[in-house]
Protein backbone atom coordinates (compact mmCIF):
# COMPACT_ATOMS: atom_id res chain seq x y z
CA UNK A 1 0.00 0.00 0.00
CA UNK A 2 2.86 2.54 0.83
CA UNK A 3 4.52 1.70 -2.46
CA UNK A 4 1.71 2.43 -4.40
CA UNK A 5 0.99 6.14 -2.38
CA UNK A 6 4.78 6.45 -3.32
CA UNK A 7 4.52 5.46 -6.93
CA UNK A 8 1.12 7.97 -7.19
CA UNK A 9 3.04 10.80 -5.43
CA UNK A 10 6.13 10.22 -8.23
CA UNK A 11 3.84 10.34 -10.83
CA UNK A 12 1.86 13.19 -9.96
CA UNK A 13 5.20 15.17 -9.45
CA UNK A 14 6.60 14.35 -12.03
CA UNK A 15 5.21 16.99 -15.03
CA UNK A 16 5.69 19.94 -12.46
CA UNK A 17 9.10 18.69 -11.84
CA UNK A 18 9.80 18.82 -15.97
CA UNK A 19 7.75 22.05 -16.38
CA UNK A 20 10.52 23.23 -13.87
CA UNK A 21 13.76 22.29 -15.39
CA UNK A 22 12.21 23.18 -18.76
CA UNK A 23 12.12 26.70 -17.20
CA UNK A 24 15.04 26.74 -15.61
CA UNK A 25 16.99 25.92 -19.01
CA UNK A 26 15.32 28.55 -20.55
CA UNK A 27 16.34 30.98 -17.87
CA UNK A 28 19.70 29.43 -17.83
CA UNK A 29 19.60 30.48 -22.14
CA UNK A 30 18.27 33.88 -21.67
CA UNK A 31 21.30 34.41 -18.60
CA UNK A 32 23.66 33.29 -20.74
CA UNK A 33 22.78 34.67 -23.88
CA UNK A 34 23.03 38.56 -22.76
CA UNK A 35 25.97 37.98 -20.64
CA UNK A 36 28.40 37.74 -23.50
CA UNK A 37 28.61 41.19 -24.29
CA UNK A 38 28.39 43.70 -21.21
CA UNK A 39 28.55 46.76 -23.63
CA UNK A 40 26.32 45.84 -26.55
CA UNK A 41 22.37 46.10 -25.84
CA UNK A 42 20.39 43.13 -26.18
CA UNK A 43 16.98 42.78 -27.83
CA UNK A 44 14.62 39.88 -28.25
CA UNK A 45 12.00 39.40 -31.10
CA UNK A 46 8.92 36.93 -30.77
CA UNK A 47 7.44 34.80 -33.32
CA UNK A 48 5.28 32.15 -34.22
CA UNK A 49 7.62 28.53 -33.65
CA UNK A 50 8.05 26.60 -36.86
CA UNK A 51 9.73 23.94 -35.26
CA UNK A 52 13.00 23.80 -32.74
CA UNK A 53 15.64 24.16 -35.74
CA UNK A 54 14.02 26.19 -37.64
CA UNK A 55 13.58 29.26 -34.93
CA UNK A 56 17.59 28.20 -34.10
CA UNK A 57 18.62 28.88 -37.85
CA UNK A 58 15.97 31.56 -38.63
CA UNK A 59 17.49 33.72 -35.16
CA UNK A 60 21.08 33.06 -36.17
CA UNK A 61 20.62 34.33 -39.61
CA UNK A 62 18.08 36.93 -39.45
CA UNK A 63 19.55 38.58 -36.14
CA UNK A 64 23.16 36.72 -35.48
CA UNK A 65 21.28 35.88 -32.18
CA UNK A 66 20.20 32.63 -30.41
CA UNK A 67 16.50 31.36 -30.56
CA UNK A 68 14.57 28.70 -28.44
CA UNK A 69 10.41 27.76 -28.87
CA UNK A 70 8.85 27.43 -25.86
CA UNK A 71 7.77 23.85 -24.74
CA UNK A 72 4.59 24.25 -23.12
CA UNK A 73 1.56 26.74 -23.96
CA UNK A 74 -2.36 26.78 -23.57
CA UNK A 75 -4.14 25.00 -25.76
CA UNK A 76 -5.68 27.52 -28.49
CA UNK A 77 -1.51 29.46 -27.99
CA UNK A 78 0.53 28.77 -30.82
CA UNK A 79 4.34 28.13 -29.18
CA UNK A 80 6.45 30.80 -29.22
CA UNK A 81 10.05 31.23 -31.23
CA UNK A 82 12.23 33.51 -28.58
CA UNK A 83 15.52 35.43 -30.33
CA UNK A 84 18.10 37.27 -27.88
CA UNK A 85 20.73 38.96 -29.61
CA UNK A 86 22.69 42.27 -29.86
CA UNK A 87 21.40 45.35 -31.53
Known sequence: MASKVHTRLHLQTKPC???MATLLLFLCFLFT???Y???A???HR???CKGDIRCWE???NEHNGKGLCDLYTAPSV???CFCA???
Open 85 to 87: YKC
Open 46 to 48: VWN
Open 58 to 60: DCK
Open 78 to 80: PKQ
Open 33 to 35: SFS
Open 37 to 39: AAE
Open 17 to 19: LSK
Open 41 to 43: RNC
